[in-house]
């Protein structure tokens, strides 16, 4: 009797020490109240010590309930590329998230901004894959052979975590990244040669308001040191995971310098790649109060 006493009553301590100090995937019912109040309810309830590994599980359930909703999935999404984001959000990688095709807005259209909670804007870059050899790429300039366009674009993600709330890296991820909105503009063909692949690095990006007052100035250099950096690091960890890129999928970089709030009135945001063709192609995007 009093092993089995001490046997239920250590149990009971590992499951309560469990209960305190292990964040587990989310569970299907709490995914469905997130995807329910998407984008505008604050959530809470997401644990601040969610693993990396446990934020992943809860992504694929967001990611397969979404699917079952809206459809298509389109792309993928590479966030927490720099070491000042990493460290705002205390995640010691960058990570990825799944793009629907509803989330994409016409380029040049307008959007209302209370689409969502706590509403940004982020400067933002995208390749388009021309062909899965791209997984078995050892070089950027490899990699180049399999990217069809890069393109200016603006994501417009809604931070729907309720004040007070955790928000860390692994806790974005398990939200699907706070994907929301976004919009891409004309492409640029992509080039495999050195010099081109060098030139990603050095081309000069503008973000600025209807005024033509620039709000950011920032180079392809801000993303891991050049944009294909990214690539080889997304081709890498989709091969670990399993994960095969496809001909077609949009492959969003990650902020181009800052993530910025939207601000109070209608504005109209231009966003531009200069330095990789002889014509700038550009971005843009309304926000109507």
């Given at each position: 009797m009093i092993k089995l006493s001490k046997i239920i009553y250590l149990t009971i301590i590992f499951f309560l020490i469990n209960s305190f100090s292990y964040a587990?995937?989310?569970?299907?019912?709490?995914?469905?109240?997130?995807?329910?109040?998407?984008?505008?309810?604050?959530?809470?309830?997401?644990?601040?010590?969610?693993?990396?590994?446990?934020a992943y599980c809860s992504q694929d359930k967001y990611v397969n309930t979404l699917k079952s909703i809206n459809g298509k999935i389109i792309g993928y999404k590479v966030g927490?590329?720099?070491p000042s984001t990493q460290e705002r959000f205390k995640i010691k990688t960058?990570?990825?998230?799944?793009?629907?095709?509803?989330?994409?807005?016409?380029?040049?259209?307008?959007?209302?901004k209370d689409f969502g909670?706590?509403?940004?804007?982020?400067?933002?870059?995208?390749?388009?894959?021309?062909?899965?050899?791209?997984?078995?790429?050892?070089s950027p300039l490899e990699a180049s052979k399999y990217i069809s366009s890069i393109h200016p674009y603006i994501e417009l993600p809604a931070l729907q975590i309720a004040k007070g709330e955790p928000i860390t890296g692994a806790v974005i991820v398990a939200i699907n990244m706070v994907a929301t909105k976004m919009v891409?503009?004309?492409?640029?063909?992509?080039q495999s040669t050195p010099e081109f692949i060098k030139s990603l690095a050095q081309m000069e990006t503008v973000f600025e308001d209807e005024n033509g007052v620039v709000i950011q100035n920032s180079p392809g250099s801000t993303?891991?040191?050049?944009?294909?950096?990214?690539?080889?690091?997304?081709?890498?960890?989709?091969?670990?995971?399993?994960?095969?890129?496809?001909?077609?999928?949009?492959?969003?970089?990650g902020s181009v310098g800052k993530l910025f709030p939207l601000k109070e009135g209608n504005k109209?945001?231009?966003?531009?790649?200069?330095?990789?063709?002889?014509?700038?192609?550009?971005?843009?995007?309304?926000?109507?109060?």
């Open positions: 587990a995937c989310l569970s299907q019912s709490k995914i469905i109240e997130i995807i329910n109040g998407f984008p505008n309810t604050p959530i809470k309830g997401i644990a601040e010590n969610i693993s990396l590994e446990e927490f590329t720099g960058p990570a990825t998230a799944v793009l629907f095709e509803h989330m994409f807005v016409k380029n040049g259209s307008s959007i209302n909670h706590r509403t940004l804007i982020e400067p933002d870059l995208m390749m388009i894959v021309k062909n899965s050899k791209i997984m078995n790429a050892k891409m503009g004309p492409g640029v063909l992509m993303l891991m040191g050049n944009p294909m950096n990214v690539i080889m690091w997304l081709i890498e960890e989709f091969n670990n995971r399993g994960i095969i890129l496809k001909a077609g999928d949009r492959l969003s970089l109209t945001y231009t966003y531009t790649l200069k330095g990789i063709s002889k014509i700038p192609v550009k971005t843009q995007i309304t926000i109507n109060e």
